[in-house]
């Protein structure tokens, strides 16, 4: 009798954690995950410890999901404050290096003669001393870079506080928000202590379709720590999915994979757009787009800015052993709100490579380019965020991500070299959250309100919007789901009501392309078009009944 052969379940979501918080990217590289430790996870905890009614109470409170309320019991006190202990003791040197950075900064505000800084570099706090290049700007203001490969090389990079958790969207409710919650061992998880470069992640995300027998699972589980309630053979069925990948057959396929996620893929090659791939579950199934239907092989993960809905290091991970290159925007280098995404994704095997304004990458058949992306930082200098133009098969495609529009002659100038754009897909939140939300911790001195209200993660509404359609002559305009795809709640932690700016500015915008005579949609959900192949006249793509877009 054949071995029997077990696949991982559909269903199974994993978490990477940091310390036992959700891993999104400013966790990893170590001064922005130093001070985020401190400011946000130590601070969180502790008003839990002092306030847990408060917070048990709110986090019940509608719209209250993306605030800074732990998702804890009462029965969890025990196991938040031995997290703090642990953040004091295993992590004491990083206590002390968030510390530095605000000694740091103290030091640079009362540097205002203007004069040479390098009598300065002795008084540098120890823990940053030999990491930081000090420097004075135009204006004679003091300031300084990180050198961030040296940083992963000390010991303030910590891959001992990485670890892993898997779950079953059959066993829980709902996945509780990722920010703002600790993930602590329960009957419902299985905790595994293994940081992201083990080689348990990429064999358990390859037998979602390669089957392995009972013994090879138990061999890549053996001598590792665990913890929590679900067993590993829970996480297995001999079951085969009823969903598969479809090869493509000709031209062009577009496949929306959720958030602002997209699959573009000829023949010849495969790309991803900003993945966020959920696990799929018995509510919204026939909805999602999950791993099973992603092709065998993914050439390139594009990714376009440093926003935890945008770079997902639980898709990433769990998409690397099928992962050829990642594209990512090229940043500064050296800035704290600004952590090199390449730096951070070379520490986990992808090969990665940055790619500046403009920058082109020949793929068979066609290029990708990088285009210049605008705001959404809070007016932080980021310089990690890119939209990508594809061009494959004569076809063209716009990916324009959370970039905002303050200034329209950026997109005039752009629309004389990218012009007849087939496909224009953008991102319309275009009313975020206070810049502080994300890049308060890093923040040395206490933000006025005024500021942290004006300066928002804002994202483009039809005004800023509706003009890029003009500017590239765009045939068909796709608006992102806005974080209303209920599966994604874990992380968006948002919900909008019919009256909400998102909405009406979203709706305003798909009005003005039907004014226009373009065609717009508003995304919800998989779907998947067929480009017909331009490069050859004669391909009238008849195989493909979907191909709307023609
Ligand atoms: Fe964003
Ligand atoms: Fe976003």
Redesign the pocket.
């Known amino acids: 009798m054949a071995t029997a052969k077990y696949y991982l379940k559909e269903d199974v979501y994993f978490e990477p954690l940091f310390n036992h918080w959700y891993a999104w990217p400013y966790l990893l590289p170590p001064v922005t995950g130093a001070r985020h430790l401190v400011n946000t996870h130590r601070r969180i905890m502790q008003s839990f410890i002092n306030n847990y009614e408060l917070h048990i109470m709110a986090i019940k409170e509608k719209g209250m999901a993306g605030a800074e309320f732990l998702n804890c019991k009462v029965e969890d006190l025990p196991r938040i404050k031995e997290l703090i202990a642990e953040i004091d003791d295993k992590c004491a040197d990083l206590v002390e290096l968030s510390n530095a950075v605000k000694d740091l900064d103290e030091m640079l505000r009362n540097h205002t003669s203007g004069e040479s800084i390098d009598p300065l570099y002795p008084r540098v706090p120890k823990p940053l001393q030999g990491y930081v290049e000090l420097f004075l700007d135009m204006e004679h203001r003091a300031s300084y870079r990180l050198i961030e490969p040296l940083l992963y090389r000390s010991k303030f990079y910590k891959p001992s506080l990485q670890s892993i958790s898997l779950g079953l969207l059959s066993r829980v409710d709902e996945r509780p928000f990722v920010l703002s919650t600790p993930r602590l061992p329960d009957e419902n998880h299985l905790q595994v202590d293994v940081d992201f470069n083990h080689q348990l992640l990429d064999s358990l995300f390859k037998a979602r379709e390669t089957p392995l027998t009972m013994n090879e699972i138990e061999q890549m589980f053996a001598g590792l720590s665990l913890e929590g309630g679900l067993k590993v053979s829970d996480l297995f069925t001999q079951e085969i999915s009823k969903y598969s990948y479809e090869p493509v057959e000709s031209g062009v396929k577009l496949a929306y994979t959720g958030h602002?996620g997209f699959l573009i893929e000829t023949k010849e090659v495969s790309i991803l757009i900003d993945p966020v791939i959920t696990s799929r579950g018995a509510e919204f199934a026939n909805e999602v787009i999950s791993y099973n239907e992603l092709p065998p092989k993914i050439d390139y993960i594009c990714l376009t800015h440093n926003?935890q809905?945008?770079v997902n290091f639980e898709s990433l991970l769990q998409l690397r052993y099928k992962t050829d290159k990642v594209l990512v925007p090229k940043n500064n280098g050296g800035s704290l709100a600004d952590p090199s995404l390449r730096l951070l994704l070379k520490q986990f095997a992808f090969d990665v490579y940055e790619i500046d304004d403009l920058d082109e990458i020949d793929l068979p058949g066609g290029k990708i380019v990088g285009i210049p992306f605008l705001g959404e930082h809070g007016d932080l200098n980021i310089r990690s965020k890119t939209a990508w133009y594809v061009e494959l098969l004569g076809r063209k495609m716009f990916f324009g991500?959370?970039s905002s529009n303050p200034d329209n002659n950026l997109y005039e100038l752009l629309g004389e070299y990218f012009y007849d754009v087939d496909v224009l897909a953008i991102?319309m939140?275009c009313v975020g959250a206070p810049y502080t939300w994300l890049y308060g911790a890093l923040h040395t001195k206490l933000v006025g309100k005024s500021i942290k209200n004006s300066r928002r993660l804002n994202g483009s509404d039809c005004k800023q919007a509706f003009p890029m359609v003009k500017a590239f002559n765009a045939k068909h305009v796709c608006i992102y789901a806005l974080g209303l795809e209920p599966w994604y709640n874990y992380f968006m932690g948002i919900e909008y009501e019919d009256e909400s700016m998102q909405i009406l500015e979203s709706n305003k915008m798909l009005e003005a392309c039907k004014n226009a005579g373009v065609n717009a949609e508003a995304l919800y959900g998989s779907k998947t078009r067929y480009l017909s192949d331009r490069s050859m006249p004669t391909d009238s793509n008849s195989n493909n009944k979907n191909s709307l877009l023609v």
């Open positions: 602002a926003h809905d945008h991500a959370d991102g939140e």
